[in-house]
């Protein structure tokens, strides 16, 4: 009774908007909303052909090759230490690439695209460093253009104070917050909305086996394979939170699945684990306290993909809670746990499961939208030869995403006696 009356205090307290999406309100509030996708330019795309470090004791430089000059922007972010190269969007064909010695300021690096529009580069630092007017270097004898990024040792207050988004580029990498409207009306009832989001993408690559097999790509080649098996029914019309590969942020996920009034979100991601001996597909729901220790480590690292991607993370606040959020996502996370039981029972046919525990719970980030019915599926460990084996076949990734349309088919004609989401929303 008395979370029903708050519902209606955070109702009419409320700008004009929420009387229509007042949950949108709150995620906006709560840094949730993103822009509009950049366009992809139309020309031909630069190709980076080599990657070179050059390390001494108190200086460290980037060579990035490429066939012709860019613009770069570079920046550096905190928490973790990280120097981000923004440029415009390159083919990464990297024949050589030398790797950190990990005594230098350099501890790793990764590139790859950020944005349709816009690819980017990430280094992780092992000491604050700061970094020098970035130079393009004209071909010589034996190298084509060559972008140098010079960095020196700088003291924790320096980077500190020097670090984030570069003044006039704010908007671009962090678009104005403005109220997105409410979705529309469905067109069609009689179709289900899907949607499947393919986990990582782009400079975010995921993890990867011992082949070199990247989890981003197994689970785009699953979600495709999904949506054409859920396409076949004709009861389903299908989003996918990305068909490329191309990185996407948590919080755009969310709200391509808000945006789409999606009836469920299917993110698929594949595990690594330190025994190589664990095996098998696992099943995750959203919770606000993680199931077991190894269910937290997990969401903590899947919830890293922003950091790893470079996305400043100024603003954004602690997991979605609000009384007004809670009232609708009690019932999102019951069709969430009951469509995870079915996906652990669909998924046998095509793939080993694990074990134990095949459905666990815990603060996966990109399961937060309140009023969809959200689950993460681990298809398995990439850790595991048996597993890895298996994934990197295109009959495995086609009897997975067949099992998982299975599952949803079962999910949803099992409700067809009960009311829908939308009647079951106040
Ligand atoms: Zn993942």
Redesign the pocket.
Known sequence: MAAASLFAIALTSSAAFSQSDPIGELMLRQGLETGPPVPLPAQALPVVIGVNLVESPNRARVLIEISDPVDVKAFTLTNPNRIVIDMPEVLWRVQGESRPSGRGAIRSYRFGLFRKGNSRFVIDLNAPAKIDPVQVLAPDGSHSFRVAIDLMPTTPEAFVSNSGWPEGQVASAEPPRTVAPPPPPRANNSKRVIVVDA??GGIDP??HGQTGLQ?KNVVLAVAKELRKALEATGRYSVVLTRDSDVFIPLRERVNISRAARGDLFVSL??DSNEQRSVSGASVYTLSESASDVETRKLAEK?NMSDVIAGVDLRGENSPVASILIDLAQRDTMNRSARFAETVVSSLPVATTVRPTTPHRSAGFAVLKAPDVPAVLIELGYLTNTRDEAAMATSAWRLKVGQAIAKAIDSHFSAQTATPGRQAANP
């Open positions: 986990g990582h995921g993890t989890e991601h594949a899947e």
